[in-house]
């Protein structure tokens, strides 16, 4: 189903048609809106819920309104404590809103653009000031054992409807494949999902066949990683988008989770390549990750065939200009190409600059130090994608998951210079990342390169100055939804809990919880303090 735009309230003449997204308490509950003191019963069907309507009588742009949920018989058993008020008196209409959410869109204080943005056109779906709420309807029974069953990775995914709503849009899929997603989140209470559309069918959410839905269980602020595509954003690297939602499934609610988009074809075209319909043909994509015991994503040579390497770390997801049989010639050629190279030959930008979107590369590097994320690819090999750019003939690094950054977790030894970020790790036999240590460390060009980008993300966004204010945005924006979702009962699902409460939710942007060691400002002004010290150029 195409999607389609349902007015909050319209204002005609001396008439309205009220609207809200709701999940009744019971279901005989229903909601209405107050307007002078009139209330006004509202309407769902099985094609608009969980959004309300109805038309009232009386109505104006000056009129103040509040939601209520009325029971059977017509009493109020909820109401907002709030009075509604129509920002712009000239409207003739206001957006989708959600009952007891007193701000439907937040403005977000802008964030310095260091490098040229990269950044796709905006989405209706992935619109960071609102807040999103996805229905999904799947059979009970079938979703209770999926939910029931998180680690089994080879279990097929489910049938379930979906339906969007943000302010001003909404958007419906009959069918679509549901099941539990992530690595280590599976082992946690509050799961992960993956919904994956019907494209044979046409059926797309603005044209991104896949979206997930993150549950950040580890982050007791639930924005740390929304806040690192923030700055991926500012820093000009291409990276997915993503936006809050409050996830419900057959009516009862899921979760708070952070939606973002899948590194796949749309991608790919949307922003690697900018919309344009050249390359005709994509290049090759690769996932990578550390996800078999054992072995990471290091990008070591290890032989000449496809073979050679465990699919698992390192995933062929396009074909691009490989053989059938032979998905990783043109990978196993760039770790050829690692392995010979001598760090301490002349030339060293021109060389890589051929092979690989070097900046890029050291500007995602420069976020995985400065955010201390040890599940990237300087600290674990895992989570990021290659893709080779046929329009440019080179390499891209994609990175991806940024949950586990800005000391979410407690490991000391993150909270150190670059030089010995991961130092010990990368020590470890057959445990090199040689295009860190061959490039950034070892490389005298590229490692005065790196440092310069280094201090100009530190100088231009990397402070309290750039990002306090959004941090302070984002604690605002979201703390009601945090609440929200840490009063939910998961207590029947199999996994952990790592028992944050909302008083975590503050002190982890200024203090550390048990689990994370170090709040968010604290983290930021550390790095901010120490990384002029580490450079030769500050």
């Known amino acids: 189903m195409r999607p389609y735009l349902i007015p909050g309230l319209l204002v005609l003449a001396s008439s309205a048609l009220a609207g809200v997204v709701g999940f009744p308490d ?41 939601y209520v949920m009325l029971s059977a018989n017509g009493t109020v058993v909820k109401k907002e404590s709030f009075l509604r008020v129509f920002t712009d008196k000239k409207a003739t209409s206001t957006s989708n809103e ?85 690595h280590g989140s599976r082992e946690f209470k509050k799961l992960s999902l993956r919904v994956k559309f019907d494209e044979d069918k046409g059926e797309t959410f603005f044209d991104r066949p896949i979206i997930k839905l993150r549950s950040e269980t580890s982050d007791p602020t639930m924005f740390r990683e929304k806040l690192y595509f923030d700055i991926l954003d500012s820093i000009g690297v291409k990276t997915t988008q993503g936006a809050w939602v409050r996830v419900y499934v057959n009516g009862q609610p899921f979760g708070f989770h952070l939606m973002v988009q899948d590194i796949e074809d749309p991608f790919l075209r949307g922003t690697v390549h900018l919309g ?9 994509l690769y996932q990578m990750g550390s996800h078999v015991l054992g072995l990471e994503a290091t990008l070591q040579y290890n032989g000449s065939l496809t073979a050679d390497y465990n699919p698992e770390i390192y995933s062929n997801q396009i074909l691009g200009d490989n053989p059938k ?77 940024f949950d586990s950054t800005f000391s979410d977790g407690g490991l000391a030894d993150v909270l150190t210079t670059y030089k010995n970020f991961a130092a010990k790790r990368l020590a470890r036999k057959g445990k090199d990342h040689p295009l860190i240590t061959k490039l950034i460390y070892k490389n005298k060009d590229i490692n005065a390169r790196f440092e ?16 306090e204010a959004r941090i302070n945005a984002y604690e605002t924006m979201i703390q009601d939804e945090v609440k929200w979702d840490y009063s939910l009962d998961r207590s029947k699902n199999p996994g952990k809990t790592t028992g944050f409460t909302i008083t975590d939710f503050h ?32």
Do not use: C
């Open 507 to 538: 002190k982890s942007i200024t203090g550390g919880v048990k689990g994370v060691n170090i709040g968010i400002k604290p983290w930021i002004k550390d790095r901010e303090t120490s990384v002029p010290t580490q450079v030769s150029t500050a």
């Open 26 to 66: 019971s279901a005989t509950d229903t909601f209405a809106v107050v307007i002078n003191k009139v209330i006004t019963p509202l309407t769902t069907t099985n094609e608009t819920f969980p959004l309300w309507s109805g038309t009232v009588a009386g109505a104006h742009a000056y009129s103040g309104y509040r």
């Open 325 to 401: 049989k032979e998905p990783m010639t043109q990978l196993i050629s760039f770790f050829k190409d690692l392995q010979e190279y001598d760090p301490t030959m002349s030339g060293g930008i021109k060389f890589w600059n051929s092979r690989l979107d070097l900046d890029g590369y050291l500007r995602a590097m420069a976020m995985e130090y400065l955010t201390g994320n040890w599940d990237a690819y300087w600290w674990k090999g895992n989570n990021y994608f290659m893709y080779y750019n046929p329009i440019e003939a080179r390499w891209l690094f994609l990175p991806t998951d």
């Open 276 to 284: 344009s319909s050249q390359p005709k043909e994509l290049g090759s």
């Open 98 to 182: 959600f009952f007891l959410r007193e701000v439907t869109q937040t403005t977000l204080p802008s964030i310095p653009q260091v490098y040229d943005s990269v950044r796709p056109a905006p989405s209706r779906a992935f619109n960071e000031s609102l807040i999103g709420t996805i229905h999904l309807t799947a059979d009970p029974a079938t979703f209770a054992d999926m939910v029931a069953h998180p680690l089994d990775d080879d279990r097929k995914a489910i049938k379930a409807s979906f339906r969007f709503i943000n302010a001003d849009t909404t958007y419906s899929a009959a069918e679509v494949k549901l099941k539990v997603s992530g």
């Open 452 to 467: 310069n980008i280094l201090l100009t993300i530190v100088k231009k966004v990397f402070n309290t100055k750039a990002l």
